[in-house]
């Protein structure tokens, strides 16, 4: 299995501009979610989506920020228009979403916004 | 509601001595406490997990964690560090009082294990 695959691995912007990270979950993953790592505030879970249904959203920072998940194999994050303060790593992660299970991460879409 | 801390931002040891990352965690119901690790550049991965049962935890790596209910603590141990092993960890938690499928994740602590 591949793992869950992130693109791109690196994003340079400017401010303003709009800004779609991508995600591909573990095939057979049920459970797909989105954070945002920053040196102040940690790991943030952005939204978590069940069967391609955004079930919590509640982390999205602000209008700004959107998510859609088409299908099962598939989910983009969106800024826009993207700020400076935006500057982060995004990872999404999957699971099966039932009993306890762990979560598999993606290696991260490394975001500056200048 | 549910949430972990870790009490420590960072952790040294040298190679060969025992190591412990510290996790304290909060919930309604019964716990089911993660631990992952993050090298760098690289996304978090699964060490190991603890849902019931044996109170000692054996994972990856060699890593094993300790369940303690009373203490509302699982801690992180290895009987000897690799410099290897230098990385960030993070504990997380889940209860599954609410149905929530959500884990809490603490802010990690960084250990460095010096040669």
């Known amino acids: 299995d591949a793992g869950v695959i992130q693109s791109p691995r690196h994003e340079v912007t400017e401010m303003g501009q709009e800004v779609t990270l991508r995600c591909k979950p573990i095939?057979?993953?049920?459970?797909l979610f989105w954070y945002r790592q920053t040196m102040m505030r940690g790991l943030e879970l952005l939204i978590y989506?069940?069967?391609?249904?955004?079930?919590?959203d509640s982390g999205m920072p602000e209008d700004r920020f959107s998510a859609k998940m088409p299908n099962a194999s598939f989910s983009t994050l969106k800024i826009q228009p993207s700020e400076p303060r935006d500057s982060a790593v995004y990872f999404c992660?999957?699971?099966?979403?039932?009993?306890?299970?762990?979560?598999?991460f993606g290696p991260g879409t490394r975001l500056t916004v200048t | 509601a549910q949430s972990v801390a870790q009490p420590e931002d960072q952790v040294n040891v040298a190679e060969g001595n025992p190591l412990t990352v510290k996790c304290t965690y909060s919930?309604?119901?019964?716990?089911?406490l993660f631990w992952y690790v993050q090298y760098p550049n690289r996304g978090l991965q699964f060490l190991l997990k603890?849902?019931?049962?044996?109170?000692l935890v054996k994972g990856s790596y060699g890593f094993e964690a300790e369940f303690n209910k009373s203490q509302t603590s699982f801690h992180l141990k290895k009987p000897s560090a690799l410099v290897s092993d230098s990385a960030l960890y993070f504990c997380?938690?889940?209860?599954?009082?609410?149905?929530?499928?959500?884990?809490?994740f603490g802010r990690g602590t960084s250990l460095i294990v010096h040669p």
């Open positions: 992660a999957s699971n099966l979403g039932e009993g306890v299970v762990e979560q598999y």
């Open positions: 095939s057979g993953h049920n459970s």
């Open positions: 989506f069940n069967n391609n249904v955004p079930i919590d």
């Open positions: 919930v309604s119901g019964n716990p089911y």
């Open positions: 603890y849902i019931t049962g044996d109170n």
């Open positions: 997380a938690v889940r209860d599954l009082t609410g149905g929530s499928y959500i884990p809490t």
